[in-house]
């Protein structure tokens, strides 16, 4: 079974910054892409940021500059770090792993459970 499990989410002022990490642990062979998704109420889910295994990344258009993802393949864990937030960043933020289990027989998605980010004053 595989888990991924999100933190560092909260309430921050216009104009603060927030780090979330993402873990993943369970029976993993390997992991692959990993990426940050957000759904604000109303809305649907978006890709914020992804990182390849080997480092390469992508951001959204209504991120990059302010955003930055990483991971730590040791750890099976994935950070994003954010700064300069907007009141238009508040949503709930999602990890998404994409991985092979011990195992499995070919790749799957999985998700964590989502953390909460609200930017207000």
């Known amino acids: 079974q595989v888990q991924l499990v999100e933190s560092g989410g909260g309430l921050v002022q216009p104009g603060g910054s927030l780090r979330l990490s993402c873990a993943a642990s369970g029976s993993i062979f390997s992991i692959y892409a990993m990426a940050w998704y957000r759904q604000a109420p109303g809305k649907q889910r978006e890709l914020v940021a992804a990182?390849?295994?080997?480092?390469?990344?992508n951001y959204a258009d209504s991120v990059k500059g302010r955003f930055t993802i990483s991971r730590v393949n040791a750890k099976n864990t994935v950070y994003l770090q954010m700064n300069s937030l907007k009141p238009e960043d508040t949503a709930v933020y999602y990890c998404?792993?994409?991985?092979?289990?011990?195992?499995?027989?070919?790749?799957?998605?999985?998700w964590g459970q989502g953390t909460q980010v609200t930017v207000s004053s």
């Open positions: 990182i390849t295994s080997g480092g390469n990344t």
């Open positions: 998404n792993a994409d991985l092979l289990p011990i195992g499995g027989m070919r790749r799957n998605d999985y």
